[in-house]
């Protein structure tokens, strides 16, 4: 008989940035379903979920709602960098855990926290290494007002002067802002190379339509675009180029929609491998579990992120092409490793 293991999902049904948590949702759900069907692993996973709606004040009370309420210690969840940072203290405080399954910034390396998505040597590094060279170096932020968009036009500034390169402005907007004329008009006297977009949600799709309706030639490069968004988008995101570890190519045999549901199926898969090697691991810390499993996973006990590929896709006919593809990168959330210096330079000339 398996053993009952109650795991929590941390993840909202509605609200602006909801496409991407039912994303999430949907991977994790079904990552629940196969190993609960599969006969070789020990463990019956039981989700305990809660519904943030969307809204970044109900994470923490609702992730001590889960510890409190359940046996779960370890939770599936939270779909922004905020929302994230919010349930951390309640996290540190049970000895709990949370798998993270969307893109972040980086410069966060929690002991409570398993990164099953890309940081930003997997998604930024490699999109501006990619872009400079063919688009040209001078570029335009544009971002949500929150920690996401800080951190990505933060590192943007210093890679793209670092090599040579220009930002010609940068604006953020709150979350669910969509008056984006003034952020329009910016880039229409400015005329950059391309225009880096980590805008979200709403915010985001007013964007993309004001920038297709009037500056159709200037390119548009995001880390945060998935396919799960490209219907509230419609033909404006015809063009929009995007890093990420997974896209659904039209016409492939791809088993997920996109990156959001992979990473949480992921996510789910990998906690059931440790429970099921590991019996009673489901009340430990994730950093002990991880120690005991002894790199036996994909997740890096040291830094707790995992390898992932890296690869760059353009929206065409409604759906993501892959024109750029890197083999797998580990995560390194603070830029240590050596392939940092891999950006683009300025290059020398030899005066004669």
């Known amino acids: 008989m398996k053993r009952k293991v109650h795991i929590g999902i941390l993840l909202s049904h509605s609200g602006d940035y909801s496409m991407i948590s039912r994303s999430s949702l949907r991977g994790a759900l079904a990552g629940i379903d196969q190993v609960n069907a599969d006969p070789s692993l020990s463990v019956h996973l039981v989700p305990v979920e809660r519904d943030p709606k969307g809204q970044v004040d109900l994470y923490a009370p609702l992730c001590s709602d889960i510890l409190s309420a359940s046996p ?48 930003a040597n997997q998604h930024l590094l490699p999109l ?3 872009a400079m060279p063919r688009f040209g170096r001078r ?3 544009v971002a949500s007002n929150y920690i996401w968009g800080w951190e990505i036009d933060r590192l943007a500034r210093e890679l793209v002067t670092t090599a040579g390169g220009e930002i010609t402005g940068e604006r953020h907007l709150s979350i669910a802002e969509t008056d984006v004329n003034g952020m329009v ?5 400015a005329r950059p190379d391309f225009v880096l977009n980590s805008l979200i949600a709403s915010s985001q799709y007013a964007f993309l339509r004001e920038m297709k309706a009037r500056l159709p030639d200037i390119p548009i490069l995001s880390c945060n675009l998935t396919e799960c968004e490209l219907p509230m988008i419609g033909d404006s995101g015809e063009g929009v180029i995007a890093a990420g570890p997974y896209f659904h190519e039209p016409g492939t045999q791809e088993r997920f929609a996109n990156s959001h549901e992979a990473a949480g199926h ?17 009340a430990m810390t994730l950093s002990d579990l991880l120690a005991l499993d002894a790199g036996g996973g994909p997740v ?8 992932l590929p890296v690869l760059i896709g353009e929206v065409r006919d409604g759906g993501f092409r892959v024109v750029h593809r890197m083999d797998p990168v580990p995560g390194d959330p603070y830029l240590t490793r050596p392939d940092r210096l891999r950006l683009v330079r300025p290059s020398l000339k030899l005066v004669k």
């Open 72 to 119: 779960a210690r370890h939770i599936f969840g939270c779909t922004t960098s905020w929302s994230r940072k919010e349930v951390l203290p309640v996290l540190e405080r049970a000895g709990a855990s949370l798998w993270y399954g969307i893109p972040h910034e980086g410069f966060e390396a929690s002991a409570h926290v398993a990164y099953m998505h890309a940081c």
């Open 128 to 130: 501006l290494d990619w």
């Open 139 to 141: 570029v335009h932020l």
């Open 185 to 189: 008009d910016d880039i229409a006297a």
């Open 266 to 282: 992921a996510a789910i898969m990998e906690m059931a491998r440790l429970f099921h090697r590991h019996p009673g691991g489901e």
């Open 300 to 307: 890096d006990p040291q830094t707790h992120h995992v390898s």
